[in-house]
């Protein structure tokens, strides 16, 4: 479903409700999403990256949903969520969220994402403080830069009609190579996981990847946050997420190692004990 969804500057009240004060005028859609976990204990909220789905999570789960309502959910054009005609920015994946907390009504919450998840997390706190408690953002960038990398892989994908030209090499960065050698199951778990991504809303999101700039928003962050990077992210450098903590007003920043792009897969006891930590501190 995509409706119309109005976003402005408050001058006070409900960040995401603002529909009388408009500014940019933008389509939302409505997510697919799974929540789990106490009904009446904190909600934290997880975002996926490029070309995955909500089971990029699986392996936290048992840690998470024991002790917070973890909303996980597909960002527009990639798993089960619906793909409006691109290409997209990351206002748009922002606002989706907000409205996707207005549905659930989620005042607020804690949120933890990863790559472009990561990107909606640190818009999310900058465009709508009131609604973040905590953030983490793993194996993440304000800015990019190289945009030839991201048309080019969006050309590739248009043209094979599909994900499946680029997924053995995407997938190949998700994991560190030793890690991959020994787990040749999740390999193919998370290469079928890519390859079901709908070819169309992978391009468009490969629009928000190529256009990103969040350097400016940093300084609007408020929520305390933790910067996670993996020593061997080909994808993203460590640099670019400590970078990130460099300019928010209170971040801390780890690196994991061994640990490549997507790390909850490859290290979920590690990440899960960051994240718990972080979270624990604001209870």
Not at 95 to 124: I, K, T
Not at 158 to 181: F, K
Not at 258 to 269: G, K, N, Q, S, T
Request: glycine share 8%; proline share 7%.
């Amino acid at each position: 479903m995509v409706r119309p969804f109005a976003f402005s500057t408050p001058s006070s009240g409900h960040p995401s409700r603002w529909c009388s004060s408009v500014w940019d005028q933008r389509m939302t859609v409505s997510l697919h999403h799974v929540i789990a976990g106490p009904e009446h204990a904190p909600v934290l909220v997880l975002g996926n990256s490029l070309g995955t789905d909500t089971k990029m999570w699986d392996r936290l789960l048992a840690e998470l949903d024991e002790r917070f309502r973890v909303l996980r959910f597909d960002h527009r054009g990639q798993g089960s969520s619906p793909v409006p005609p691109g290409p997209y920015t990351i206002d748009d994946l922002g606002q989706d969220l907000l409205a996707l907390l207005d549905e659930r009504e989620v005042e607020r919450a804690s949120y933890c994402g990863v790559s472009v998840g990561g990107m909606v997390g640190l818009w999310l706190a900058a465009h709508a403080p009131e609604r973040v408690e905590r953030l983490i953002v793993c194996c993440t960038s304000a800015y990019l830069g190289n945009p030839e990398v991201w048309q080019e892989r969006a050309a590739a994908v248009s043209a094979a009609g599909s994900t499946t030209s680029i997924a053995d090499a995407v997938v190949a960065r998700w994991l560190t190579p030793g890690y991959a050698s020994e787990h040749p199951d999740i390999v193919s778990e998370l290469r079928a996981m890519l390859v079901a991504s709908p070819p169309e809303g992978y391009v468009a999101c490969c629009a928000v990847l190529e256009h990103v700039d969040l350097r400016a928003h940093l300084e609007r962050v408020r929520a305390p946050t933790l910067v996670i990077s993996g020593a061997g992210d080909a994808a993203i450098p460590p640099d670019h997420g400590q970078r990130i903590a460099e300019r928010l007003q209170d971040a801390r920043f780890e690196l994991l190692d061994p640990a490549a792009h997507i790390p909850m897969v490859e290290r979920p006891d590690a990440v899960a004990r960051l994240l718990l930590g972080w979270l624990d501190d604001a209870r």
